[in-house]
């Protein structure tokens, strides 16, 4: 893709970053986790950066939607839980389902609609696109 090396991502590279949101906020300014940068269709994201792209150019997301999308792209093709994603987006807080609903809803419009996350009823969300370390 694009020219780039790109290579199918294995989860316990972006397992790390997720383990740092879990830890909080603090936890974030570490640097010994992996700069690595992960990418699905136009998009990339650098978690260490806190920076989603799309197409090269930097897009504007909210902190919990950044922190929803590590998570989900963390487990590719599973289905997350409510429960656990609210517990590991915000572990520090007691999170409502109704935010957690706000706040995949702000993620979808940045990812330009529901192409990338989909609600499994009763169960959960999904990330369904096909995620590569980028080079």
């Known amino acids: 893709m694009n020219g780039r090396n790109h290579e199918q991502m294995p989860t316990e590279h972006l397992n790390s970053y997720v383990n740092m949101v879990e ?3 603090e936890e974030r ?10 990418s699905f269709g136009p998009f990339r994201i650098l978690p260490h950066a806190r920076l989603l ?3 090269g150019s ?3 997301i909210s902190s919990r ?4 999308l590590c998570i989900l792209i963390s487990r590719p ?3 997350v839980s409510k429960s656990e994603l609210m517990a590991k987006a915000r572990p520090d807080l007691t999170v ?7 706040h995949v809803t702000m993620l979808r419009r940045a990812l330009g609609g529901e192409r990338y996350v989909v609600n499994v009823p009763g169960r959960g969300y999904c990330f369904v696109a096909s995620v590569d370390r980028a080079a």
Do not use: H, I, K, W
């Open 23 to 25: 830890g909080g906020r």
């Open 29 to 38: 300014n570490r640097t010994d986790f992996v700069l690595e940068a992960f």
């Open 53 to 55: 792209e799309y197409d």
């Open 58 to 60: 930097p897009m504007p």
């Open 65 to 68: 939607a950044f922190d929803l």
């Open 77 to 79: 093709g599973q289905v």
């Open 96 to 102: 409502e389902e109704s935010s957690l609903r706000f």
